[in-house]
């Protein structure tokens, strides 16, 4: 294990205690924080304007984190491009960006793999490996504007992980992606995605940030959720529906309800109906997804008309639904799925070769 401090990791304040022990002024750490989270830098050695000395102490005391992309995919369909990122252990974490008409979205990873077991789910297949640190989410948004040159506006944390089982760490970084002597992006932009725990989701409420917090809901009864959702044992609908509206009344955000169509599981007018008693009472914004099939598992999407029609039923009760834009799918756009490619493609070059062909 490094025992050096993550330096990308702390916030102006922690910076500025951190470097006055090394008797440096204030303004150095002001001048660091810039180097790290406005331009950027790859290493101390591009803060040229702090003195040589310096840089190497701080090499010496402090771990820099800066993701490597290993491999960049371009859709051919809408541009969207995925990237798969080494970190300084060797692991792998994947993350998306993709162009829409409001600005630049980035999806993030949270954590390397994910142990919330969702049956539909590529990132969970191979269980938890460990928590990302609050730099490592920070570096996927900071090597994207890199390498794209382009302007990140809004942020989600929708890629491989559980964010509420990273509840600390995700809670730094939402506080240093936000900060106005950073990146500066706007809280109202960014999304966190939750497959739902409950204790962790009233922390975030109590918190009283202004970021959307998008709850992956996926059916309406606990007995259909706990077909397609191991944490749905641990908490109920109804419990989870009461976070939502502690979340709601504590900051004044509306509530995203996800729910991925999956074909004769939970996209019948049955469904339809109990999914609109559940949001009727909220104030909630529904994002329907079709299904995004895995090879691992036998789910199939509902077909187009199907979905479409799912959505009509919604909207004729007055709620605010949308059918999610599947960006990238000819680029293994469901969650986790090029990681995990990836890893067996380096595990086993001969065999995944002869698959894909
Ligand atoms: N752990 C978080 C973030 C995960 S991914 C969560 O559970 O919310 C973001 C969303 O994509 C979640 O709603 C997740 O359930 C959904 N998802 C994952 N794999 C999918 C797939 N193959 N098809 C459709 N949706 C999927």
């Known amino acids: 294990?490094?025992?050096?401090?993550?330096?990308?990791?702390?916030?102006?304040?922690?910076?500025?205690?951190?470097?006055?022990?090394?008797?440096?002024?204030?303004?150095?750490?002001?001048?660091?924080y810039e180097w790290m989270h406005v331009k950027l830098a790859r290493s101390f050695d591009e803060m040229t304007n702090l003195s040589a000395k310096f840089r190497e102490q701080c090499k010496e005391k402090y771990e820099y984190t800066c993701v490597k992309p290993v491999r960049i995919q371009e859709s051919k369909i809408d541009g969207t491009k995925k990237f798969l990122f080494e970190l300084s252990d060797g692991n792998v974490v994947e993350s998306v960006w993709m162009q829409y008409k409001h600005g630049n979205s980035v999806c993030i990873s949270s954590q390397v793999g994910c142990r919330m077991g969702c049956r539909f789910c590529a990132s969970t297949l191979d269980g938890l490996e460990r928590n990302l640190t609050p730099s490592e989410m920070l570096d996927q948004i900071y090597a994207i504007t890199r390498l794209t040159q382009e302007r990140v506006s809004n942020v989600v944390v929708m890629g491989t992980g559980e964010p509420m089982d990273n509840y600390d760490n995700i809670l730094k970084f939402l506080h240093l992606l936000t900060d106005e002597n950073g990146l500066n992006i706007s809280q109202r932009n960014v999304t966190v995605s939750t497959c739902g725990i409950v204790p962790r989701m009233r922390q975030l409420a109590d918190e009283k940030l202004q970021i959307t917090l998008a709850l992956s809901l996926h059916a309406t009864t606990d007995e259909k959720r706990r077909k397609l959702m191991p944490i749905a044992n641990r908490y109920?609908?109804?419990?989870?529906?009461?976070?939502?509206?502690?979340?709601?009344?504590?900051?004044?955000?509306?509530?995203?309800?996800?729910?991925?169509?999956?074909?004769?599981?939970?996209?019948?007018?049955?469904?339809?109906?109990?999914?609109?008693?559940?949001?009727?009472?909220?104030?909630?914004?529904?994002?329907?997804?079709?299904v995004n099939p895995i090879k691992e598992r036998d789910f199939v999407q509902s077909d187009t008309g199907h979905i479409q029609a799912f959505k009509n039923k919604l909207e004729s009760k007055k709620i605010h639904v949308t059918i999610r834009r599947e960006m990238g799918r000819d680029i293994d756009g469901a969650c986790g799925q090029l990681r995990r490619r990836h890893t067996q493609e380096m595990q086993n070059p001969d065999g995944l070769s002869q698959e894909e062909n």
């Open 1 to 32: 294990m490094d025992s050096k401090k993550d330096i990308k990791s702390l916030n102006l304040e922690e910076l500025k205690t951190e470097l006055e022990s090394m008797g440096e002024k204030a303004f150095r750490a002001k001048q660091m």
């Open 236 to 290: 109920s609908i109804k419990e989870l529906m009461e976070v939502c509206r502690y979340y709601f009344e504590q900051t004044g955000r509306r509530i995203t309800f996800e729910y991925s169509l999956v074909g004769g599981v939970n996209d019948t007018e049955e469904d339809a109906k109990e999914l609109i008693a559940l949001a009727k009472p909220l104030c909630c914004h529904i994002n329907l997804i079709p």
